[in-house]
Structures are given as structure tokens and as C-alpha cells.
């Protein structure tokens, strides 16, 4: 299928299920059907705990789809991505049971991006139909699909704005649900919270498993 016209979201979930989730509510009160790509060998969240699953589940049941955010970390050559990818999307849909039919690269090197990565039943994010691919860092402003994004919780590639929107007719936006709250923070605020909600959910975690956790009084 080749399209002329589209907006596609992509929200590659790095650090919280939990912000990830309360994204999905948001765009649900929106009728916004967007992809979101969760990791399975990040050191910052468990996919497959049982309130993780449930998250993801329901988000998924919003009407989201659900894709696999490829770390890198335990791949030995970029000869092996293919199967790599097959094998964490299987792993993912087995744990999930839901359907996994796409991807997107963490942290992808530009040689990865090059490769244009094509396999059966599974949408690369960066693939041509949907990223223009380019050597050099300037220049976004004349690509033929438009690649809007927050990384590094800054707008490097333009700013979503409807005048931005409107004069494209090919946009991939990508939005990392751990950059937004409803407090609209800056990037260190923003980081503060995000740890102080881990630590909220480390230590209710604790607590159900230990009947001996105790804190020091103060
Ligand atoms: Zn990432």
C-alpha cells in the first residue's frame, strides 16, 4: 500500500509504562489512534510484569497499536537485525497476546537507517514509505515526509505547530511519552518527577512483597 497523504504518531516508550498509559487515556478523550513501542531490554521498566501487561493491554484495547522498540544493546552485527527483530517481536506478542506488526529503532546509527529494514508483517517506523532517510543533520526542512520530534525534549526537527502540519502532506511525528505530564515540566523538573514516580512505584512494590519493609524515621 503506498499512501500520498498521512500524520502518523509514534511514541517510543523509554523509562514509564505508567506515562505511556496516561498518554493513551489523553489521546483516547482525543479519538486519537496512535503506535506505541515499548522496549523489552531497557533496565528501566519490566514489560511483562503483570501491571505492566494489564497497561499495555488496555492501551492496546483504546485502539493503539502496540510495537516493539528495538534496543540494541544484545545485538552482535547489524547482519542479524532481522532476526533479531522477529525473535523480540515473537517474544513480546507470546507475553502480550496481543498483536505486535511493527517496530521502531532506539538510538538507531545512521548505517541501520540506511539498510531500510523490510520484513513480513512488520512496519518499520523507519522505513521509506514513512522516513526519509539522510546523510546530513541539516536540511530537514525540504524532505518530502516530514519528521517531527521530541528527543532530547526539544523540538531539533521543527515545531508541530498547524501551520508546520498543514503545509506537509507526509509528517511522522514521534512524541516520547516520558517527556510529557500535564504539569507541562522543563527537562530537569520533568526528570525530578519522573524519578520521584519510580521511586513511588518501587517502594509500593516493596511493600507488597516484604511484610518486614520498613523506612528510617525521620
Ligand atoms: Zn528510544
Redo the contacts with the bound molecule.
Sequence with gaps: MDTKRFAVIRH?V?FSVERAYNLAKLENTLQINTSYMF?IRNNAYNLFSNENIRMVREINGMGHKIGL?V?LGMLDSLAEINQYIVHDSKVMESFLQIPIDRF????PPKELLKMNVKLEGLINSYEDRFFEFREEEDGFESLQIKYISDSRHTWNYGYPDEKTIQADSKIQFLF?PYSWTEYGYENSLNFQSLKDEKVTIFTNTVKTECNHFSEPSQ
Design positions: 517510543d523509554e522496549q522498540h534496543h521502531s529503532f532506539h538510538r516520547h
